[in-house]
């Protein structure tokens, strides 16, 4: 469960330096400041907050400073969702939210998995208080957030002691040649999922679990096939890890990429957008089933639409599910171009024809009944809520790995043989819905979300 944080006690300080060789010299630092300040006589006065923050501060290095060494790395990463987390603005706008409508008793609570260093290091009260983020944190989950992962402290996501601050950077080199300006050290745990669960499973501050990408994944048969995060969203290619260092033939990609891509200026947005289509397209199979022609005399002819999940490593859509829409889109007219049926279509602002759009609570226009979306909605004490932080319950509709969803439509047939019915289905996609990004107070950024297309059929029948 995520708790929320508490100042650095004086205690899990010394935990977290227990075995390293520098508490020696941080016992004696501070002895040294205690013996020039404290004239009582008391050299056990524990250290402070200051000092822990100080402690991160110098150990949590800037993404920079690795591109030095690390040039294809910082690329990769610098255009990821993690390098955009804390300027995200459709995360900033939330976090705002989230403290006006809990009073500020959340404060941090968006920061533990969005930026860990700025509670480690900053102290912010929560994302907005810019004065207080320092230009490490604005970096989201940088290179160190991941890099200084302690030895077996998989559990709580900021607390302290699951960061390590001595010069080593961990990962999955065995054999690690030495550089002048880190120590390495292999650590079997990257390539293992565990590393992404602290973030990749979301509890609210009531214990409940909202986005569970890591627990649906660990459910599946993937762990079993050997296939981490890490094997879809890493891919390897052979290359030099750092700068000087030798040809490996397994390097890893950092981009990492799911659904999001940036709503602002920032790079890689195109490769970003092109890469999101490439891994929809792949992560499901669309089957049509309908008769080969339509008899009048039945009135309606049914069209099976079959969704079926087949290489996503976890349920589609995963995360952040309450946001997400995958949805289906089915036309058929006749061969004069009449339609006979339609769902899945927009309304003017955008939106789906449900509970999101502004012109079907208005009575403009008809509620699409036909609607199947993929998603997951939050609700609280019975009601949807667009504050999934706030939720009691979340209702799932999303597919799980290697499991299917079948629809079934039952289209009218026009009452005169040799005329023909048009079919075109579209599995689409996106992130977010217009509705959301206007309750974020961030109408401007509608028209750079993408719509995905994931998989499309078309074809006719004839009427007999
Ligand atoms: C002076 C050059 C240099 C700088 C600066 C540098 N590294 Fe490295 N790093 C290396 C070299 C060389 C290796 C070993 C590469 C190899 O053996 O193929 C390495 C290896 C690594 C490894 C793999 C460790 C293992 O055993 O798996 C990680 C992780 C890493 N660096 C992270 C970082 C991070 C994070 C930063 C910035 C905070 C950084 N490095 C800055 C040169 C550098
Ligand atoms: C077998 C390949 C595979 C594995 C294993 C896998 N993923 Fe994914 N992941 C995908 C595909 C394909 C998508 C795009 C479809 C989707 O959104 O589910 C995706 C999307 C995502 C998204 C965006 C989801 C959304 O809808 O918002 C996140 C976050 C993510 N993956 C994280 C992870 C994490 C963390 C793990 C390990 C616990 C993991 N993935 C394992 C293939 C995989
Ligand atoms: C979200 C977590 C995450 C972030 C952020 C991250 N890395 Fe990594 N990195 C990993 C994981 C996991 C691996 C090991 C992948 C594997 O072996 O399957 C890795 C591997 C590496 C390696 C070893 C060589 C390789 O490619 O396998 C280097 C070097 C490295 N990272 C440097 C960096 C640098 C530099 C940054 C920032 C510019 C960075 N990483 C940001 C998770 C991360
Ligand atoms: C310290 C927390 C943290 C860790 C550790 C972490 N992530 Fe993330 N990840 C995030 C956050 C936060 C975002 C979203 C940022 C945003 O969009 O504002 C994200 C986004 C992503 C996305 C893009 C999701 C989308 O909707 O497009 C993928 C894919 C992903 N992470 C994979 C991984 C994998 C794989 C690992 C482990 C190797 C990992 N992450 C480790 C915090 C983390
Ligand atoms: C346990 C870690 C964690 C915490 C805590 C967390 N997030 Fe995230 N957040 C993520 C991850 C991981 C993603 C990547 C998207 C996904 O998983 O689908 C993400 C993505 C997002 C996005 C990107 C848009 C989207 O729909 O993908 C927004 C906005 C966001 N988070 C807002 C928040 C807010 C507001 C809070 C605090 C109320 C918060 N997050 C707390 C892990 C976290």
Redesign the pocket.
């Known amino acids: 469960m995520l708790r929320k944080r508490e100042l650095i006690s004086a205690y899990e300080l010394f935990a977290l330096f227990r075995n390293t060789a520098l508490i020696a010299a941080f016992v004696s630092v501070l002895a040294v400041a205690a013996g020039c300040k404290d004239d009582s006589g008391n050299n056990t006065a524990p250290p402070t907050r200051k000092d822990s923050s100080e402690i991160f501060r110098k150990a949590f290095?800037m993404?920079e400073?690795?591109r030095?060494?690390?040039p294809q790395h910082f690329e990769e990463w610098q255009r990821s969702m993690h390098a955009y987390a804390m300027i995200d603005p459709v995360y900033l706008a939330f976090d705002s939210i989230k403290n006006i409508r809990s009073n500020g008793k959340l404060g941090q609570f968006c920061l533990e998995c969005h930026s860990p260093t700025a509670i480690l290091i900053d102290n912010a009260p929560h994302s907005s208080a810019k004065d207080k983020i320092s230009p490490i944190s604005a970096h989201g989950v940088s290179?160190?957030v991941c890099?200084r992962l302690a030895p077996d402290q998989p559990s709580a996501v900021t607390n302290s002691s699951r960061f390590t601050t001595d010069s080593a950077?961990?990962?999955?080199?065995?054999?690690?040649?030495?550089?002048?300006?880190?120590t390495?050290?292999?650590?079997s745990r990257?390539e293992q999922s565990i590393v992404c669960k602290n973030c990749h499973d979301m509890y609210t501050d009531g214990g409940l679990l909202i986005e569970k990408t890591y627990t649906e994944w660990k459910n599946s048969s993937f762990p079993g096939r050997a296939l981490s995060c890490q094997s879809c969203h890493m891919k390897f290619y052979s290359g030099?890890?750092?700068?000087?260092?030798?040809d490996?033939e397994r390097v890893h990609r950092h981009q990492m990429v799911g659904v999001d891509v940036p709503l602002i200026d920032f790079p890689g947005r195109e490769e970003t957008i092109a890469e999101v289509q490439d891994i929809l397209h792949y992560s499901v199979k669309m089957d049509v089933l309908a008769s080969e022609s339509a008899r009048i005399s039945d009135k309606t002819l049914p069209i099976k639409v079959k969704i079926i999940n087949v290489l996503t490593g976890h349920s589609i859509p995963s995360g952040a599910v309450f946001n997400r829409q995958m949805w289906l889109e089915v036309i058929v007219t006749d061969e004069r171009g009449d339609t006979l049926f339609a769902t899945g279509l927009l309304d003017r602002n955008g939106d789906l024809r449900n509970n999101t759009s502004e012109e079907v609570k208005a009575g403009k226009i008809k509620y699409d009944s036909n609607l199947v979306v993929y998603t997951g909605s939050a609700y609280k004490h019975g009601v949807e809520t667009h504050f999934a932080w706030e939720a009691d319950y979340i209702e799932e509709r999303m597919i799980p790995p290697f499991d299917s969803r079948t629809n079934l439509f039952n289209i009218p047939i026009p009452k005169r043989s040799g005329a023909d019915m048009r079919i075109s289905v579209r599995l689409r996609f996106r992130a977010m819905s217009p509705a959301l990004l206007r309750l974020a107070g961030r109408a401007d950024l509608i028209e750079k979300l993408p719509t995905f297309e994931m998989e499309r059929y078309s074809g006719t029948i004839p009427v007999k």
Do not use: E, T
Request: hydrophobic share 20%.
């Open positions: 290095a993404p400073d690795c030095v060494c690390h290179c160190d890099h950077r961990r990962g999955s080199i065995i054999d690690p040649v030495p550089n002048s300006y880190h390495s050290l292999y650590d990257y030099k890890a750092a700068k000087g260092g030798p490996r």
